[in-house]
């Protein structure tokens, strides 16, 4: 009603409502017929801002998804199957491909620069707790959970930290509590802890010393950090989104609606398990009180073999059905696991563990799939490792960490090759024959092939090479041609 109508409305309320509905019924006339709303659909619409949609629902969904992982297998296991998927059980490594002024790699330094970051990958972050593998996969988790998480940047000389390894850089895991969402300042350009410029560019963080949920959250102060030193790793589907949201959003109500379900079934097969007895007596007339116990109870004894041979007149002994657990249970929880792997970018066989089909379907499973795992991977190589990674180049030349000879080009030192985890095989004999395929027509590299495998080139052919060296010192000759037996494909298409 605009405000016409309403000072109509004011005057005569049935003059202003008929010229609401003749405007609607033009409306409606040209307008799609999913906008029209009816008796049976609602329409309902949410056009705000990513920022007001999240602003007062980040947190409860935040907290939500960390209650379904701690309380709920099927969500914790959504969440490990994503991180294995994402990041891998060694993490995305690193190699790097120096190269000199000719183009060609240069394997002493890279030697070298490989070697230095393994040492600090060791134990990189500030708590001294976990490797650079462990640090991304909690760093992951927290994403996929929480909706985002961040990683601050501390390098050179910082008050109370000591750098572990020569070269000075340490980095600090927070959780999306350290970030207040609540906090908004128009004047300062502050949307939700970060201050932006007129442009939307992130400039400033304000944390919190301490998490707000820690018991001495009564001595947290809120301190503005540079955006130069501070990741910030989202989950967002809306363009100028300033805060993530969980992955579970979408599924959070289907999954609490499982874990209930479930835990009903349950809780209804153990109480059918435990069978019960009952008399069913019969003439009223039979019935004698005088012949049970002082406390009025009469028991029979129930066991293997057993025979009732003091009913009385009429009775007889009857015993509960059980119908639990459900027929239906089994491929209710299936549809219901399907449309949860939909909403979480999750494989269906494998957060169910329900590997059955034949090899075309998985592998065609696999094929669709892969491709939400390796966007996950390429967003948090992009996000989080990769910036980490030239904050260490950097400070390991500034700390000499690596000699850098003079015929390197200085603008190769941050040529790296990400190893992000690789699509496994369904059928080994097919996978080795198609890579060998492409090999022979020279339609990929064998270092391609090999960091596919989620190896390293120089180190296969490192130990290759000793390998060799073994045989020839044993007085061994290796066979100078293999021949590969396909192992038949017994499976059903």
């Not at 640090?135 to 109370?160: A, F, I, K, M, Y």
Request: aromatic share 8%.
């Amino acid at each position: 009603m605009n405000t016409l109508d309403s000072v109509i409305g004011f005057f005569a309320p049935e003059t202003a409502l008929r010229r609401v509905q003749a405007r609607r019924a033009l409306k409606v006339v040209a307008a799609y017929e999913a906008a029209r709303p009816s008796r049976l659909r609602k329409n309902p619409a949410d056009n705000r801002s990513g920022d007001l949609v999240a602003d007062g629902d980040v947190e409860t969904l935040r907290g939500q998804a960390r209650h379904l992982e701690q309380n709920h297998d099927f969500a914790c296991g959504i969440l490990t199957t994503l991180v294995n998927n994402t990041i891998g059980p060694r993490g995305i490594d690193v190699e790097f491909q120096p190269k000199t002024r000719e183009g060609d790699i240069h394997e002493g330094l890279a030697q070298q620069m490989n070697d230095a970051h393994q040492e600090w990958a060791r134990r990189p972050e500030c708590t001294r707790q976990f490797s650079w593998a462990k640090s991304q996969r909690l760093l992951c988790n927290t994403w996929l959970r929480d909706g985002e998480t961040l990683l601050r940047h501390l390098q050179g000389t910082v008050p109370g930290l000591k750098h572990r390894t020569p070269v000075p850089y340490t980095i600090e895991c927070l959780e999306p509590d350290f970030l207040p969402v609540g906090y908004n300042d128009p004047s300062q350009r502050i949307v939700q802890g970060i201050e932006k410029s007129a442009w939307g560019e992130a400039k400033g963080f304000w944390l919190y010393d301490e998490h707000p949920g820690a018991s001495l959250n009564w001595r947290m102060k809120r301190r503005r950090h540079s955006a130069d030193h501070i990741e910030h790793l989202k989950f967002v589907r809306r363009l100028h989104q300033t805060r993530g949201v969980s992955i579970f959003a979408a599924v959070m109500n289907r999954l609490t609606d499982i874990k209930d379900y479930e835990e009903n079934e349950r809780v209804a097969a153990k109480i059918a398990s435990a069978m019960v007895g009952f008399i069913q007596k019969g003439s009223p007339d039979t019935y004698d009180a005088e012949s049970y116990d002082e406390n009025g109870n009469r028991t029979l004894a129930i066991s293997a073999g057993a025979i009732y041979d003091d009913l009385r007149p009429g009775e007889s002994v009857g015993t509960l059905q059980s119908n639990r657990p459900s027929g239906l249970l089994t491929p209710f929880l299936e549809t219901m696991h399907r449309m949860a792997a939909a909403g979480t970018m999750a494989s269906f066989s494998s957060i169910s563990k329900n590997y059955n089909g034949t090899y075309s379907a998985q592998r065609q499973e696999l094929v669709e799939q892969w491709a939400n795992y390796e966007t996950l991977s390429l967003e948090f190589c992009a996000e989080i490792v990769e910036p980490v990674t030239r904050r260490w180049v950097q400070m390991g030349l500034l700390a000499d960490a690596f000699k850098v000879p003079s015929d390197v080009d200085p603008s190769t030192l941050m040529h790296v090759d990400f190893i992000t985890p690789v699509m496994p095989w369904i059928n080994p004999a097919h996978e080795a024959s198609a890579d060998e395929t492409l090999l022979e027509n020279v339609l990929v590299s064998p270092q391609q092939t090999i960091r596919r495998r989620g190896k390293k080139p120089d180190d296969v052919i490192k130990q290759t090479a000793a390998w060799q060296q073994k045989l020839k010192a044993s007085g061994i000759t290796p066979p100078s041609k293999r021949t590969a037996v396909p192992a038949e494909n017994t499976e059903s298409e």
